[in-house]
Structures are given as C-alpha cells and as structure tokens.
C-alpha cells in the first residue's frame, strides 16, 4: 500500500502576503511587521518601529481622503469621522478580517493568537501599513489602507449622530452670506404619537433641497446635511419619503 502524500508545507510570509493582497520587495520588512516585541531579541527589531511610522501614514492617507471626500464637512466633523476610521477598534477588524493576526510572531507568554490582545492586533496592522510604505512608497500604502478601510470610511460618514450639520451650515452662511440660517416646516405625517417632519434650511432668500425626520430636530439636521452638499455643488443624497 503506497504511503499518503505529505502536503508541501507552505511560507506563513508568502501566505500573509496573499492575504493582504500586497507582494514585498523586501521580505525583511514583512517580517519585521509581523514580530511583537515578546519575541525578538531587541525591540529595536521587533515592530513597534514600524508601527510608530504606519501610525502617522495612516492618519495622514485618511485625512487626505477624508478631506477630498467631504468638502461641505469642517474640521470638527472630519476629526470625528476620523477618530472612528484609525481607532484601535477598527484597525484590530481590519487585522483579524484579513487573518494577519495569524502570522504574527510572538513570545510564549503570550498565548495562541486566538487570544491576542486586540491592541496587539491593531497595533500589527499600523506596523504593515509602515513596512508597505517604506518598501512600495505612498501609494503603495495609500492603496492598502484605502482598499481595506473603504466600508469603515463610508460607514463612518453615513452616521449622522455624531455629526452637528446645523452648527456647520451656520458657521459658513454667517461666513459667506451674513446670515443665520432658517428652517422651514413645510410638511408633517402620520399619527400623534409617531409624526415625520418635512423640513427645508434657508440662507436669506434662497431655500435648499428639504428633508424628513422622525422629529423636527433629526429633519433639522438632515436638512441642514443637504444645504451644505448643495452649497458644496454636490448633489443631495436621495432619501425615502
């Protein structure tokens, strides 16, 4: 009876870069990113080097697309989106959803990586975002973190909660026109107890595309939302009525 073939064992780093989707000319900085400092003989080789730089890289490609993205947006309101997009949260996601936690090299103390702290986590992604940019250059790294944070970046901005669009359209009607903004009723449906509101802004004279709102503060704001994309020459997001 012929003995089973063994399964040719595979390279964790040609693996992972399949996993990211990014091919190093330099292996020596994959492997750096992916060695916690449990298990390196100095932290100088571990990657918290690396993660110290792809931090910065990272808030630097957010911010620019952030503020190409959203130019009706003030500073305020791209500081929260951001916060969101590069938190510690979203990047240890993004880690586990692309498996890189399963490459990570690290001491024994520190247990399977199943169990790895999720700051160890983010902190791997932030280290591959560096080693991409010192071994492909920005755009490298610019395509990496926008492929992978696109759902994060688009989620962020599509929630509206944190985000006060009255106090927005204010500041640049007071800038640009002179005038405090005003908001129209102009419909309302349903019961007492659950009514919609049809609200639109106006700047002086002119009125911008109104809005629904389960109560005339949420109507407020999605109106305001309106007349600064509008003012922003962009086009209003559609909304169910």
């Known amino acids: 009876m012929a003995a089973p073939k063994r399964r040719?064992?595979?390279?964790?780093?040609d693996d992972c870069q399949s996993a990211i989707g990014y091919r190093f000319r330099d292996l020596g900085l994959l492997q750096e990113a992916l060695t916690h400092a449990?298990?390196?003989?100095?932290?100088?080789?571990?990657?918290?080097?690396?993660?110290?730089?792809?931090?910065?890289?990272?808030?630097?490609?957010?911010?620019?697309?952030?503020?190409?993205?959203?130019?009706?947006?003030?500073?305020g309101e791209l500081t929260r989106i951001k916060s969101v997009v590069v938190s510690r949260a979203t990047c240890a996601g993004i880690s586990r959803r692309l498996g890189i936690d399963?490459?990570?090299?690290?001491?024994?103390?520190?247990?399977?990586?199943?169990?790895?702290?999720?700051?160890?986590?983010?902190?791997?992604?932030?280290?591959?975002?560096?080693?991409?940019?010192?071994?492909?250059?920005?755009?490298?790294?610019?395509?990496?973190?926008?492929?992978?944070?696109?759902?994060?970046?688009?989620?962020a901005a599509d929630n509206q909660d944190g985000l006060n669009h009255k106090s927005s359209l204010q500041q640049i009607?007071?800038?640009?026109?002179?005038?405090t903004p005003r908001?129209?009723?102009?419909?309302?449906?349903?019961?007492?107890?659950?009514?919609?509101f049809k609200i639109s802004a106006q700047v002086g004279d002119r009125?911008?595309?109104?809005?629904?709102?389960s109560n005339k503060k949420e109507a407020e704001?999605?109106?305001?939302?309106?007349?600064l994309r509008e003012l922003a020459g962009l086009p209003v997001l559609p909304q169910p009525e």
């Open 207 to 213: 009125g911008y595309t109104p809005a629904w709102g």
């Open 183 to 196: 908001y129209l009723l102009l419909d309302e449906k349903g019961p007492d107890h659950s009514k919609c």
């Open 38 to 75: 449990s298990s390196a003989d100095h932290r100088l080789v571990s990657n918290e080097r690396l993660e110290f730089l792809g931090d910065a890289v990272l808030g630097a490609i957010v911010c620019e697309a952030l503020f190409r993205r959203f130019p009706h947006l003030l500073e």
């Open 102 to 155: 399963g490459y990570l090299v690290m001491g024994k103390g520190m247990g399977p990586y199943q169990k790895t702290p999720p700051s160890v986590v983010a902190d791997v992604f932030e280290s591959l975002v560096g080693a991409i940019f010192l071994d492909g250059g920005m755009s490298a790294a610019r395509c990496f973190v926008l492929t992978n944070l696109e759902e994060e970046i688009a989620a």
């Open 221 to 227: 704001q999605r109106a305001a939302f309106n007349a």
């Open 8 to 13: 040719a064992k595979t390279d964790p780093l």
């Open 173 to 179: 009607a007071q800038r640009d026109f002179g005038e």
